[in-house]
């Protein structure tokens, strides 16, 4: 079993910038691929970001390229979003996941482990 709680999330004007953080506990976090979903009111949960075990590889969704940054820090259990020029569509509550495996997968059904969230909202 895999716990993850979120934090940093919070309230930002357009263009600024949110840093969030996931840490884990209950499993080898280095056996973990960890990414960030999002869910905005109304709407389906949706993939933004994936690193791979070593976090020597990630994957984004095209709305997040450019702007966020996924990274991890395997010596203290936590991976991280670094959301940058946010944009007032940004706004949600981001959900960070983890799978057992390899494969910087971007179905929601395939991550085994969920946090409870954290929001973020980015006013015009």
């Known amino acids: 079993q895999v716990q993850l709680v979120e934090s940093g999330g919070g309230l930002v004007q357009a263009g600024g910038s949110l840093r969030l953080s996931c840490a884990a506990s209950?499993?080898?976090?280095?056996?973990?691929?960890m990414a960030w979903f999002r869910q905005a009111p109304g709407k389906e949960r949706e993939f933004v970001a994936a690193?791979?075990?070593?976090?020597?590889?990630?994957r984004y969704a095209d709305s997040a390229k450019g702007r966020f940054t996924i990274s991890r820090d395997n010596a203290k259990n936590t991976v991280y979003l670094q959301m940058n020029s946010l944009k007032p569509e940004d706004t949600a509550v981001y959900y960070c996941?983890?799978?057992?495996?390899?494969?910087?997968?971007?179905?929601?059904?395939?991550?085994?482990?969920w946090g409870q969230g954290t929001r973020a909202t980015v006013s015009s």
């Open positions: 690193a791979n075990r070593s976090g020597s590889s990630t």
């Open positions: 996941a983890a799978r057992p495996g390899l494969g910087l997968v971007q179905e929601k059904e395939r991550y085994d482990y």
């Open positions: 209950g499993r080898t976090f280095s056996s973990l691929v």
